[in-house]
């Protein structure tokens, strides 16, 4: 089972996921492997650091460096992880990558996702869980981990505009809206609930 846990930065995701990964362990017995983007594999980290440096390139060229930073994560991670049958849990995954290059270069939404269905096999999750934060609180837990990235500065408006792209995105039954403004406590068992009810306690 592929499983993405969503939300704009400082909404939460990586402790979600990091909880999910043990719970599923040490009450399921679910074997689960936690994958990020784009540094996810070797090849991803060149990626990023590419990205992440002040080197000159137009916006769709960043687009097509997230997108070979995703291929090679699946390729080398999620696709040979869910045929041995074990959970795969992004931290971001295709939310992320729609809403931000939607946002960023005006690539329509239906482009983004054929170009990533390419990346990615055709191989998408079966839930996802949006974890909505307003977008002063997200900034606030930003600021508070410090060494802020080139995205966290995008600003109010930015995680505004991805805010209600995200919801928009969300209007699935593949997709679970969660209140991240709660504790971490809360928000673990909604994930935890709304993943049993969707089969994902079983091996």
């Given at each position: 089972m592929l499983i993405e846990i969503e939300g704009i930065d400082g909404s939460g995701k990586t402790t979600q996921c990091d909880l999910l990964k043990d719970f599923l362990w040490q009450h399921q017995k679910v074997d689960a492997v936690v994958v990020r983007e784009p540094a996810?594999?070797?090849?991803?980290?060149?990626?990023?650091?590419?990205?992440?440096?002040?080197?000159?390139?137009?916006?769709?060229?960043?687009?097509?460096?997230?997108?070979?930073?995703?291929?090679?994560?699946?390729?080398?991670?999620?696709?040979?992880?869910?045929?041995?049958g074990r959970h795969v849990i992004a931290d971001r995954g295709s939310m992320s990558f729609l809403?931000?290059?939607?946002?960023?270069?005006?690539?329509?939404?239906?482009?983004?996702?054929?170009?990533?269905d390419i990346a990615t096999g055709m191989?998408?999750?079966?839930?996802?869980?949006?974890?909505?934060?307003?977008?002063?609180?997200?900034?606030?837990?930003?600021?508070?981990?410090?060494?802020?990235?080139?995205?966290?500065?995008k600003g109010l408006d930015f995680f505004d505009r991805q805010r209600e792209l995200f919801k928009h995105l969300c209007a699935s039954p593949h997709c679970a809206f969660i209140n991240g403004s709660l504790d971490i406590e809360e928000v673990q068992i909604l994930v935890i609930k709304r993943l049993l009810t969707t089969g994902g306690n079983e091996t």
């Open positions: 996810g594999t070797e090849f991803g980290s060149e990626l990023k650091n590419l990205i992440m440096s002040d080197t000159p390139r137009s916006e769709k060229a960043e687009v097509f460096s997230f997108l070979a930073a995703k291929a090679q994560l699946y390729n080398q991670i999620v696709l040979p992880a869910l045929a041995e809403t931000y290059h939607h946002i960023s270069t005006d690539i329509s939404i239906e482009n983004l996702q054929y170009l990533m191989v998408r999750p079966e839930i996802t869980f949006l974890l909505d934060v307003p977008p002063e609180m997200a900034l606030e837990r930003i600021k508070k981990r410090g060494n802020l990235s080139p995205f966290d500065k």
